[in-house]
C-alpha cells in the first residue's frame, strides 16, 4: 500500500511539473505563425526528404516552445508559436540533366575501378556535383526565385519563416541571406564628392525618389549593376538606360526581395560554407563587403543566422570565427551598427555518437537532439554575441 501511495504521488509530482510548465509557456489564440522551410542537401529525391523532415520537425516546434529564452525572444511571449506542418523546399529534381553526365562517367569508370575506387568516387560526385551546380549564379537564379515565392506565400498568408540548408543546401540559403534582405539603401549609398555624371544623377535622384530598401539581385535583375570577373559590382555605364530604370527600381525590390519582417532567421547544418565562400574574408572585396552588410542587416533587424554541425561530421564546416557585438563595431561598415536583438553564432562541437561516415546524415535521425542543439546554439549564440551571463536580466 505505502508503494502505491509513493507511486502515486511520484506520478502526481511529475504530472503537475509538467503542467506547470505548459502553463509557464502559454500561447495566445491568435498567435502569429512561424513556420520553418526546410532545404535539402546533395542527391536526395522528394520521398526520402519528405521522410527525414517529418521526422524531425514535431520536435522542433516541442524543443522551440518549450525554451524560456526563445518563448521570450523569438515567440514573443506566446504571441508567436511555430508552425506544427513543415514547409519543403525541394530543388534536386533541377540537377537531373547534370546528374545524368556523372552517372554516365561512372558507369565507364566501372570498366577499370575497383569496388572500393567505385563507391568513392560515387560517394563524391554526387555529394559534391549538387554543390558546386547550387553554387553557380547561372542555376542558382531560378532556385532562388522559387524558394522567394515560398517566402512571399508565408508573407501574404501573414507568417513568418526562418530558413533551414541543409549540406549543399546550406549554400542556397546563404544565398538567399547575401541575395535577397533588403541590405542595401540607395537613400544611403550616394557620395556628395562624386563627381562623374552617375554619381550627380543618383545623388539628385535620391533627395526627390523615397527608395526602398533593396537587396543585390534587384540590382542585378533590373540590370541597375554588373557583377565583374575581378570581384567589383559596376554601375551600368548606360546613362539613358539608368535614367529610365532607377525610378523603377522599388517595383524590382518588391519583386525579387525578401518581403518586410517576414525572414526571422537562418539556421545552416552540415554546411561547407567556409570550404565554398573562403574568400568572403578578403578586405575590400565584394563578397566582404556584403557580408558586413548582411550581418548588420540581421543585428539591426532581430534576426539569427545559426551554424550547426556535429564534430565528426567531415562535411559539415565552422565558420572562420564567432563574432561578437564589440569585434563587429571594428569593422569599417560597422563601426555605427545599432543592435536591437539579431545575433550570429557558430556551434560546430556538437557532440554525436555515431560514425563519422554516418554523422553527416544523423540530424536526421533523433529529431530531439537535433532540435535541441539548435536551442542550445541560439541560447549560447544570443549571450555570447552580447556578453550576457546566465544571471542577466536581459535574458
Same mark, same amino acid.
Given at each position: 500500500?505505502?508503494?502505491?501511495?509513493?507511486?502515486?504521488?511520484?506520478?502526481?509530482?511529475?504530472?503537475?511539473?509538467?503542467?506547470?510548465?505548459?502553463?509557464?509557456?502559454?500561447?495566445?489564440?491568435?498567435?502569429?505563425?512561424?513556420?520553418?522551410?526546410?532545404?535539402?542537401?546533395?542527391?536526395?529525391?522528394?520521398?526520402?526528404?519528405?521522410?527525414?523532415?517529418?521526422?524531425?520537425?514535431?520536435?522542433?516546434?516541442?524543443? %522551440?516552445?518549450?525554451?524560456?529564452?526563445?518563448?521570450?525572444?523569438?515567440?514573443?511571449?506566446?504571441?508567436?508559436?511555430?508552425?506544427?506542418?513543415?514547409?519543403?523546399? %525541394?530543388?534536386?529534381?533541377?540537377?537531373?540533366?547534370?546528374?545524368?553526365?556523372?552517372?554516365?562517367?561512372?558507369?565507364?569508370?566501372?570498366?577499370?575501378?575497383?569496388?572500393?575506387?567505385?563507391?568513392?568516387?560515387?560517394?563524391?560526385?554526387?555529394?559534391?556535383?549538387?554543390?558546386?551546380?547550387?553554387?553557380?549564379?547561372?542555376?542558382?537564379?531560378?532556385?532562388?526565385?522559387?524558394?522567394?515565392?515560398?517566402?512571399?506565400?508565408?508573407?501574404?498568408?501573414?507568417?513568418?519563416?526562418?530558413?533551414?540548408?541543409?549540406?549543399?543546401?546550406?549554400?542556397?540559403?546563404?544565398?538567399?541571406?547575401?541575395?535577397?534582405?533588403?541590405?542595401?539603401?540607395?537613400?544611403?549609398?550616394?557620395?556628395?564628392?562624386?563627381?562623374?555624371?552617375?554619381?550627380?544623377?543618383?545623388?539628385?535622384?535620391?533627395?526627390?525618389?523615397?527608395?526602398?530598401?533593396?537587396?543585390?539581385?534587384?540590382?542585378?535583375?533590373?540590370?541597375?549593376?554588373?557583377?565583374?570577373?575581378?570581384?567589383?559590382?559596376?554601375?551600368?555605364?548606360?546613362?539613358?538606360?539608368?535614367?529610365?530604370?532607377?525610378?523603377?527600381?522599388?517595383?524590382?525590390?518588391?519583386?525579387?526581395?525578401?518581403?518586410?519582417?517576414?525572414?526571422?532567421?537562418?539556421?545552416?547544418?552540415?554546411?561547407?560554407?567556409?570550404? %565554398?565562400?573562403?574568400?568572403?574574408?578578403?578586405?575590400?572585396?565584394?563578397?566582404?563587403?556584403?557580408?558586413?552588410?548582411?550581418?548588420?542587416?540581421?543585428?539591426?533587424?532581430?534576426?539569427?543566422?545559426?551554424?550547426?554541425?556535429?564534430?565528426?561530421?567531415?562535411?559539415?564546416?565552422?565558420?572562420?570565427?564567432?563574432?561578437?557585438?564589440?569585434?563587429?563595431?571594428?569593422?569599417?561598415?560597422?563601426?555605427?551598427?545599432?543592435?536591437?536583438?539579431?545575433?550570429?553564432?557558430?556551434?560546430?562541437?556538437?557532440?554525436?555518437?555515431?560514425?563519422?561516415?554516418?554523422?553527416?546524415?544523423?540530424?536526421?535521425?533523433?529529431?530531439?537532439?537535433?532540435?535541441?542543439?539548435?536551442?542550445?546554439?541560439?541560447?549560447?549564440?544570443?549571450?555570447? %554575441?552580447?556578453?550576457?551571463?546566465?544571471?542577466?536580466?536581459?535574458?
Amino acid at each position: 500500500m505505502k508503494r502505491f501511495i509513493m507511486s502515486w504521488l511520484v506520478c502526481f509530482m511529475l504530472c503537475s511539473a509538467v503542467c506547470a510548465k505548459e502553463e509557464d509557456f502559454p500561447v495566445k489564440p491568435d498567435a502569429k505563425q512561424i513556420d520553418i522551410i526546410y532545404i535539402h542537401g546533395a542527391y536526395e529525391t522528394k520521398e526520402a526528404f519528405d521522410k527525414s523532415v517529418n521526422n524531425v520537425h514535431g520536435d522542433m516546434v516541442k524543443q %522551440f516552445s518549450s525554451d524560456p529564452l526563445m518563448y521570450k525572444k523569438l515567440l514573443d511571449n506566446g504571441n508567436k508559436k511555430i508552425g506544427e506542418e513543415p514547409v519543403i523546399f %525541394f530543388w534536386a529534381d533541377k540537377t537531373t540533366e547534370s546528374l545524368k553526365v556523372i552517372d554516365k562517367a561512372l558507369a565507364y569508370a566501372k570498366n577499370f575501378s575497383s569496388k572500393i575506387a567505385q563507391f568513392g568516387r560515387e560517394t563524391l560526385s554526387h555529394t559534391l556535383h549538387d554543390a558546386i551546380w547550387i553554387s553557380k549564379s547561372s542555376n542558382s537564379r531560378e532556385l532562388l526565385n522559387n524558394l522567394n515565392n515560398y517566402v512571399k506565400t508565408e508573407s501574404e498568408k501573414g507568417q513568418e519563416v526562418i530558413l533551414y540548408g541543409y549540406s549543399a543546401g546550406s549554400l542556397l540559403t546563404v544565398q538567399y541571406m547575401t541575395n535577397r534582405l533588403p541590405i542595401l539603401d540607395l537613400n544611403e549609398l550616394y557620395n556628395d564628392n562624386d563627381t562623374s555624371y552617375t554619381g550627380k544623377y543618383l545623388a539628385n535622384l535620391v533627395k526627390t525618389t523615397k527608395f526602398e530598401p533593396t537587396c543585390l539581385d534587384a540590382l542585378k535583375e533590373s540590370k541597375l549593376i554588373f557583377y565583374t570577373d575581378s570581384d567589383e559590382f559596376v554601375a551600368n555605364p548606360n546613362t539613358e538606360y539608368l535614367k529610365n530604370t532607377l525610378p523603377q527600381l522599388n517595383s524590382y525590390t518588391e519583386k525579387f526581395c525578401a518581403p518586410k519582417n517576414t525572414v526571422k532567421g537562418f539556421v545552416v547544418f552540415g554546411a561547407p560554407l567556409t570550404t %565554398f565562400d573562403s574568400g568572403i574574408s578578403k578586405s575590400g572585396s565584394a563578397e566582404n563587403t556584403l557580408s558586413q552588410l548582411v550581418m548588420k542587416h540581421l543585428v539591426e533587424n532581430d534576426m539569427f543566422f545559426l551554424t550547426v554541425n556535429y564534430a565528426n561530421d567531415f562535411i559539415g564546416m565552422p565558420l572562420p570565427g564567432i563574432p561578437t557585438l564589440d569585434s563587429l563595431k571594428e569593422k569599417d561598415l560597422l563601426s555605427d551598427i545599432e543592435p536591437k536583438g539579431g545575433f550570429i553564432y557558430d556551434d560546430s562541437k556538437v557532440k554525436n555518437h555515431t560514425l563519422f561516415f554516418s554523422a553527416h546524415l544523423a540530424y536526421w535521425s533523433s529529431g530531439k537532439k537535433f532540435a535541441k542543439s539548435i536551442v542550445n546554439a541560439y541560447n549560447a549564440g544570443y549571450k555570447h %554575441f552580447y556578453g550576457l551571463n546566465d544571471s542577466d536580466e536581459r535574458l
